[in-house]
């Protein structure tokens, strides 16, 4: 494949189950280097395409062509160029944190040298060089998310994806691996993630689409949706009682976008310290908080706020 080349290239990417399309005709590319991400709300079809990129779900229908070859026809050819971190982890309990990297290094038909050579390179990597001879069956989340990052790094792999990474993660934890990805990203690694945490995808990835009922609603930088797709800062009014009617057009046009909470109301906008005494003069709050926009306000604005079962 040439330079130039998308890793991951996909058009008009389908997957049904049944009567089910989990994924509906989707387009992308994922260019060699970059954090691609997939946001999106439980359903939305990340899952079943990460499992199409990773071959082990062939394609109902479209384009798909990962580092140039075809997964349906190639499928043991790609998964040899790939990482993969599960969204649960599949360690073995029973063995060491160093025989975890070992024999699944020696699937890749690494010599036992090499294998071991990799394993301490990676236990120092992830931070685990001081458990490397205990059991894997009493370490942390965390320490086990660390773990399986590094077994999927054992075959020097092209891309790595990462479906959910940090999910049932503390915050500790969830910084210590987005601490490891970002190293892998700066070390030049391709890396494709699913996620439904927003600051996780602010964090991580240089771009992104946002998957809602099987579809891509939006796509592009973290800071480049929020500019497009929202306001620069948003006021969050809280009231003691019930909240009153809010008529934009009567707050100096310092409004773009206005949004009824149960517990609170959202005031879009790009000058929150300006809107502030207006808003007090007119509803009078119970108290204010000015914040910058986030993803969050992305995504809920595009997928909504209603759970999808």
């Given at each position: 494949m040439s330079a130039d080349e998308p890793l991951i290239h996909a058009r008009g990417l389908v997957k049904k189950f049944g009567d089910l399309t989990a994924v509906d005709a989707i387009d992308f590319d994922v260019r060699l280097g970059e954090a691609f991400g997939f946001l999106g709300p439980n359903g939305a079809g990340k899952s079943s395409t990460m499992r199409m990129i990773g071959c082990v779900s062939p394609p109902t229908a479209g384009a798909l062509r990962i580092l140039g070859l075809d997964?349906?026809?190639?499928?043991?050819?790609?998964?040899?160029?790939?990482?993969?971190?599960?969204?649960?982890?599949?360690?073995?309990?029973?063995?060491?944190?160093r025989e975890n990297l070992i024999i699944y290094g020696r699937y890749f038909g690494l010599s036992r040298r090499e294998v071991r050579v990799r394993a301490d390179r990676?236990?120092?990597?992830?931070?685990?060089?001081?458990?490397?001879?205990?059991?894997?069956?009493?370490?942390?989340?965390?320490?086990?998310?660390?773990?399986?990052?590094?077994?999927?790094l054992v075959n020097d792999p092209e891309v790595l994806l990462l479906d959910e990474p940090t999910t049932g993660l503390d915050p500790q934890a969830r910084h210590a691996v987005w601490d490891r990805l970002t190293r892998l990203k700066q070390q030049g690694v391709t890396l494709v993630l699913t996620t439904h945490y927003m600051d996780e995808a602010e964090q991580l990835c240089d771009r992104?689409?946002?998957?809602?009922?099987?579809?891509?609603?939006?796509?592009?930088?973290?800071?480049?949706?929020?500019?497009?797709?929202?306001?620069?800062?948003?006021?969050?009014?809280?009231?003691?009682?019930?909240?009153?009617?809010?008529?934009?057009?009567?707050?100096?046009?310092?409004?773009?976008?206005?949004?009824?909470?149960?517990?609170?109301?959202?005031?879009?906008?790009?000058?929150?310290?300006?809107l502030v005494p207006v808003v007090h003069e007119q509803l009078h709050p119970q108290s204010v908080l000015v914040r910058r926009s986030t993803l969050e306000d992305v995504f809920l604005r595009l997928t909504g706020r209603t759970l999808v079962d």
């Open positions: 997964p349906v026809a190639d499928g043991a050819r790609i998964r040899g160029r790939l990482g993969v971190v599960p969204q649960l982890d599949t360690l073995d309990n029973e063995l060491t944190v990676l236990l120092e990597f992830v931070q685990l060089s001081e458990r490397a001879n205990d059991k894997v069956e009493p370490l942390s989340g965390g320490m086990k998310r660390r773990l399986t990052i590094a077994r999927s992104l689409v946002i998957m809602d009922r099987g579809r891509i609603a939006e796509e592009g930088s973290p800071l480049d949706l929020i500019r497009r797709l929202s306001t620069r800062e948003v006021v969050e009014l809280r009231f003691e009682a019930e909240a009153p009617p809010v008529d934009p057009a009567r707050l100096n046009g310092l409004v773009a976008r206005t949004e009824v909470l149960p517990d609170r109301i959202l005031l879009y906008t790009d000058d929150g310290d300006a």
